[in-house]
């Protein structure tokens, strides 16, 4: 720790001692890989802010930041002024990824979060199996019981990363896909690997699913031996066989069967019916700032009509934070039986989280209510920044982040913050719920979208690689499609602006994606186009897709495009 900072730290104890609260800032802290787990139970044992101090000034810079960050996310404003002065000059990355850190995207733990070791432990003891030799570890369990969230806490083990997986942590959300996703994703993966390893070749992007699977293969087999891949919320068995690669997989998924088709060693843990009684009450505790037996006599009623399901205890948990007083009514609320699933899952009983969800939009402003009702425009696994949500709303970015927190903070949204911007996405179960009660509004939510984009866009498409105008890239085509705007989607895929800017910002997969998706509403010729360019369009530099298009037949309607906007060019160049 540098001097400065530590002489800091010494200076301000007393205050800080009195004043934080240690459980919330330490989880920031584990999530930062600047804290272990077992540091943590220890500080949990004693006088919690004096003991994190002590070890605070024992530790590096990384921490101190660590912490002030923590501070400053929990609000501790003046506390965070008092730290901010010395502040240690930010690390270079490099430095920063030090060998035990965690890499890889790896989830951070949920606003409220209660351990379950024994499940944790499990699961660390099926990962240290992989030590030696590759091979699955698969997570199973119904959907909101708690897998990816236990998944991430497992991963987070400094002994584990260095014993085990000294190539580091990998995380990928996976959710239902079809196969230009697979192949997204497994570029996106690749990508990323690549990048980490600073190397200057720059590699093509690999194309067909049996490119990627390649280049994957030999990233993880030469370049991460011994490094884990955490594939969450796997669906589909192709999917797993696209990972069949010989290499370390840790995944979370509903269906146990999956793995059936895969090769190589197979350990199972199962998260079997969500939480157990006394872990609900717990979270309801920490929700409510009440100790464990101080909790009311429906707390445990509570609790079962969520069915262990950690995600309606949340929901419910953060609606009595704000309402103290509304145990009984929340609990007649959950025995209600109000909604109908037109799909019920077979394996999972939705009503408790119906119940939950109905109660926690129900208290929302009406106008935050119906912003919330926008989100079920949202593909499913997909995190958008607020930016998006920004020009959908037409609202300030800072308006918009006070709201998103607000969500946050009834568990009706979650953010990976990991992420600068920070990203937003709603649970799977979140989403079906959404989509069930706006069934008939589907078609004008994303007519919305797509208007808001038209109106903020007027001007031209966005063209900067940052995280909000990708988001309109790559779904601008989806929601048109799904508010039925035909002829939108029609000129917009047809525009040669937006073939290249898409095709440059995001290389051809998304774009090849959307023609297989859209493709029964195009044009043939364009399509023609595409297919016989469409390797062109990796080429770096980005070849002129007009000069492309104006090599086609003179007769097709790509070549009258790519010719009135050469002239436009010509005219204003
Ligand atoms: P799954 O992956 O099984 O669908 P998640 O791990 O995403 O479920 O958990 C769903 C939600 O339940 C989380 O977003 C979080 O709100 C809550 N949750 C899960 N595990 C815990 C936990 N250990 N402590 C507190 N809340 C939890």
Redesign the pocket.
Known sequence: LEEGARSCLLRSRHRLEQDIKPSYLMDHMVSDGVLTVDEEERIRTQDQAVALLELLLRKDNRAYISFYNAMVKEAYNDLANLLHRDLPRVLPEAHFRSSTSIEGGVPQ????????PELVNRVREKLYRLQKEPGWVT?F?????????????AARHHGLLEECFPGGIHWLSIGQLDKPDLLVKIQLLCFRLEQSLDSQSLHRTPNTLDEAKERLRFLMLRRYPRALLIL??IWDSTVLKAFDLHCRILL?T?NRSLTNSVSGAIYEVE?ES??DEN?GM??LA?YTNTKLHGLPEEARSIVRECKG???????IGALLKEKPNRWPYYLRQLQQKQFKRIRKSSSYDYDALDQAMAASIEVLPDEHRELYKDLTVLEKDIRVPAKVLSVLWELEPEEVEDILEEFVNK?LL?VDSHNKPYLYYL???QLDFLVEQNRTQLESLHKKVVHQYQQHYRDGPPTSGDEDCLYWIRFLTYHMAKANLFQELYSLMFSLDWVSTKAQLMGPAFLINDYVEYGPILDKEFQEFLSLSGHQLEQRPFPDVVQLALSQPHTSEVYRQALLQARDQAGTG
């Open positions: 733990r949920p606003v409220v979060f209660v351990s379950r997570v369990g119904m959907a909101g019981s708690g897998k990816s969230v236990l998944a991430a806490e969450d919320d979370t509903r998260v969500g939480l872990k717990e979270i920490l399901s950690p995600l309606v205890v949340s929901l568990s979650f649970h799977d179960l």
